[in-house]
Every structure is written in C-alpha cells, then in structure tokens.
C-alpha cells in the first residue's frame, strides 16, 4: 500500500491550497484516514482526521478554516486537505496517513511522504 501526498506550495497569508493524498494497493477497506504536520523540531501533530463512517476531528487552531474529505474510486481511495485562510503558523510538513485493514485482513498503518506547506506574511 502506498500514499502519495501532493498539493503543497507557498502562499501568501489569507490564501487557500488543497492537499490531496492517494492511496492505493492492498486495502480492503479504511479504517480512517488523516492529515498531520510537523515543523522541524517539533512533534508531528494531527490536523484532521475523517473515519469510515465520514466523521471528522480537527485542531482546533485550524477549526473553521480547514476541511477534510475522502473519495473511493475503483482502486485508489483519495483524501483531501482543503486549507482556507492561511496563517504563517500553518507553515509545516503534512503528511496523511491512513489505517486500514489490508487484502490479508491485517490492521495497518501507512504514512505518505510529506508535502511541504509555507504561508508567507
């Protein structure tokens, strides 16, 4: 199973980007799926987080701005960050990440590679 993260940028504060994250592989269905940044140093943290079910869980410092969302194709099963009003504090590493249970019926766990993400003032 592999996650391909993309849609990272920089942008000015106040502006908007859209994260996306592709899954793809052995997945027999997904547990949840999330999005997480770190800044160098720190802890990475948890952004949001959307279950099977389509429940949602945000920080708050990004509650109001940011949405997640996740689509099923065929194969690939896609998770979405959209990230409004950008802050300067918002500039980190996401990555996603997804908990799934495989096509041998395991429990897994799978990040993607980071996609960087700077807000300028």
């Known amino acids: 199973v592999q996650l391909q993260a993309s849609g990272g940028g920089s942008v000015k504060t106040g502006d908007s980007l859209r994260l996306s994250c592709a899954a793809s592989?052995?997945?027999?269905?997904?547990?949840?799926m999330g999005w997480y940044r770190q800044v160098q140093g720190k802890q990475r943290e948890l952004v949001a987080a959307i279950t099977s079910g389509g429940r949602t869980n945000f920080a708050d410092n990004v509650k109001g701005r940011f949405t997640i969302s996740r689509d099923n194709a065929k194969t690939m099963v896609y998770l979405y960050l959209q990230m409004n009003s950008l802050k300067p504090e918002d500039t980190a590493v996401y990555y996603c990440?997804?908990?799934?249970?495989?096509?041998?019926?395991?429990?897994?766990?799978?990040w993607g590679q980071g996609t960087q993400v700077t807000v300028s003032s």
């Open positions: 592989g052995s997945i027999l269905s997904i547990n949840a």
């Open positions: 990440n997804a908990d799934f249970t495989d096509g041998l019926g395991y429990r897994s766990f799978r």
